[in-house]
T-cell receptor, first 109, second 113 residues
C-alpha cells in the first residue's frame, strides 16, 4: 500500500521562528489534507490541497503531486501552534485516507 | 458550519459494561467514519459508512458495533471491552467519500478498567 512519511518527527522552536514540515507519499493520490491536533486531541483542518499552493494567515502549504510531496510552512510561530501536525492522503484505491505518523511541534515561549 | 459533535467527551467503563459513543453532523455529508487513536500514534480507521451503509470494516473485533441510524448520526456500541481498547475515539465525516475533505469531531476519551 501507499507509504506516507512525514519529517521531521519532532521539532522544538522558539516563539517567532519559522518552520517547514514535509510529507512524502509513495503513489499518486486524489487528495491531501494537513491537520493540526491540539493537546486536547481535536484534529483541526488546516488545508485540503491535492495540488498547488494555499495560504491561510501565517500558514501556507504547497503540494507537488507529480513529485509526490507536500510542504507545510508555519511563520512567526506562536505557542498555540504546538501540537502534532498530520498529513493524510487518499490513494484512490478505496474509500479511506492514510495518515502519516505526524510531526510533533513544540513552540517555546 | 463544519462541526462534528461527539458525546460523551470522556467515558470510563468496566470490562463487563455496555456503552455507546455518539457522533452527529449537520453538513449533509454522506460518508461517516470511526477512528481509534492511541497515544503518540496517528488515527487508525475502524469503520466507514457511505450513504448509511457500512462500506469498510477494518477487521475490527466484534466487541465494537457501529450503527448509522440516519445520514446525520453515527453510533459506536461498546461491549466487553479490554483495557487495551482504552484510546481516543474520533468520528469524522466528508461530503461523499475519501476524496473529499474530512472533518473530525473532538473525540471521546475512553478508559476501560
Amino acid at each position: 500500500g501507499i507509504q506516507v512519511e512525514q519529517s521531521p518527527p519532532d521539532l522544538i522552536l522558539q516563539e517567532g521562528a519559522n518552520s517547514t514540515l514535509r510529507c512524502n507519499f509513495s503513489d499518486s493520490v486524489n487528495n491531501l489534507q494537513w491537520f493540526h491536533q491540539n493537546p486536547w486531541g481535536q484534529l483541526i483542518n488546516l488545508f485540503y490541497i491535492p495540488s498547488g499552493t494555499k495560504q491561510n494567515g501565517r500558514l501556507s502549504a504547497t503540494t507537488v503531486a507529480t513529485e509526490r510531496y507536500s510542504l507545510l510552512y508555519i511563520s512567526s510561530s506562536q505557542t498555540t501552534d504546538s501540537g502534532v501536525y498530520f498529513c493524510a492522503v487518499d490513494p484512490s484505491r478505496d474509500d479511506k485516507i492514510i495518515f502519516g505518523k505526524g510531526t510533533r511541534l513544540h513552540i517555546l515561549p | 458550519d463544519t462541526e462534528v459533535t461527539q458525546t460523551p467527551k470522556h467515558l470510563v467503563m468496566g470490562m463487563t459494561n455496555k456503552k455507546s459513543l455518539k457522533c452527529e453532523q449537520h453538513m449533509g455529508h454522506r460518508a461517516m467514519y470511526w477512528y481509534k487513536q492511541k497515544a503518540k500514534k496517528p488515527p487508525e480507521l475502524m469503520f466507514v459508512y457511505s450513504y448509511e451503509k457500512l462500506s469498510i470494516n477494518e477487521s475490527v473485533p466484534s466487541r465494537f458495533s457501529p450503527e448509522c441510524p440516519n445520514s446525520s448520526l453515527l453510533n459506536l456500541h461498546l461491549h466487553a471491552l479490554q483495557p487495551e481498547d482504552s484510546a481516543l475515539y474520533l468520528c469524522a465525516s466528508s461530503r461523499q467519500g475519501a476524496k473529499y475533505e474530512q472533518y473530525f469531531g473532538p473525540g471521546t476519551r475512553l478508559t476501560v478498567t
